[in-house]
Each structure stands twice: as C-alpha cells, then as structure tokens.
C-alpha cells in the first residue's frame, strides 16, 4: 500500500514538474558534452541520447499537461486536431 502511494505521489510530482527537470537534465548534459569536447576528453557515446531523450521526455510532458500539438504529424499520431493559432495559421 504504501508503494503505491509513493508511486502515486512519484507520478503527481513528475506530472508537475517533470517537464521542468527533465529539460535541466538535458541541457546540463548538453554542457557537460561541450565542456568534455574543449578540455579534450572523450564524450560518452550515450550522452546525445540521452540529452535528446529527456528533451523530447519534457516536451511530450508539457504538451500533455496542456493539452495542445503543434505537430501536425503529432497531432495525425494522437487523434488529437492540431492548435490553431490566434491569427488562424498552423
């Protein structure tokens, strides 16, 4: 019982602020990638999956908790109709 409520309050806290994290994670590994390449070291092969993983984590996340696709082939994808915006362009 207590697993899941510490499952839960996980998943409410990663619904709210995940999305926040998620994008720090990515660009503190994006730095850490450029930092590696000026002092000379070698950049870990999973380094750019893994930045790209927790942008497209946090993006996915946002668009979620908002409830809009901008992507048309996101929105093709989900079922959802793609946003309009305010001047009626997509």
Do not use: H, K
């Not at 999305?19 to 000026?38: D, P």
Request: charged share 15%; with cysteine.
């Amino acid at each position: 019982m207590i697993r899941a409520l510490l499952a839960l309050a996980g998943l409410a806290l990663l619904w709210s602020v995940g999305s926040v994290v998620l994008r720090a994670v990515a660009w503190f590994t994006v730095a850490a990638i450029a930092l590696s390449l000026v002092i000379g070291v070698d950049v870990p092969g999973a380094g750019p999956a893994i930045a790209g993983g927790c942008w497209l984590g946090a993006e996915v996340l946002f668009r979620l908790r908002q409830g809009f696709w901008r992507s048309r082939l996101l929105a093709r994808a989900t079922g959802r109709p793609p946003a309009v915006l305010v001047d009626g362009a997509e």
